[in-house]
């Protein structure tokens, strides 16, 4: 930019340098984690009460949840979609091997403590897929919780049936 600017395509030439100069800056990719002896890479998702340590490697698509197949473990259809949208949403279906355990909450919980431990693993395994997760919600933890119950109350927001006589 020193250089005196005389015509428009030596304008043209120091925007595009300028761009690039700051698209460099301000996307920073961070290195992926270390592996692990088994090739594997760590994460920890959570929701709900739920907590679920969650392992990934390069594989065939299996999902293990606590010993047992995604199928046995989960019944609904629905809670198995959930588990597999960060693949979906990133194009990486049947490419890792899911290895996890989870405790806590229910099963919905579960689910999506699973979901949310599987996005952080693929970032931490593939850090150019992050915008993808990211703008779909997957690296957010969901911290919506149950409420407490209160005293004087049936639930945590419900009264007594109240009765006039």
Not at 13 to 41: L, M, S, Y
Not at 80 to 89: E, S, T
Not at 133 to 145: A, E, I, Y
């Given at each position: ?100 355990t989870c405790n ?41 919780v149950v409420e ?18």
């Amino acid at each position: 930019m020193t250089d005196t600017i005389k015509s428009f395509e030596d304008l043209k030439q120091a925007t595009e340098t300028t761009v690039v100069a700051e698209t460099e800056t301000t996307t920073k990719i961070r290195k992926p984690k270390k592996k692990d002896a088994q090739g594997r890479i760590y994460a920890t998702g959570k929701r709900k009460d739920a907590v679920a340590r969650v392992w990934i490697k390069a594989g065939t698509g299996n999902i293990t949840i606590n010993g047992r197949t995604i199928e046995n473990y989960l019944p609904r259809p629905v809670l198995r979609m959930i588990i597999n949208q960060p693949f979906v949403i990133t194009n990486r279906s049947g490419q890792f091997d899911v290895f996890c355990t989870c405790n806590g909450g229910g099963l919905s919980g579960q689910a999506g403590a699973i979901r949310h431990g599987i996005s952080k693993a693929l970032n931490d395994y593939e850090p150019e897929l992050r915008p993808i997760l990211k703008k779909n919600g997957f690296l957010t933890r969901d911290s919506r919780v149950v409420e407490r119950k209160k005293y004087g109350r049936k639930k945590a927001r419900r009264s007594f049936q109240f009765s006039k006589r």
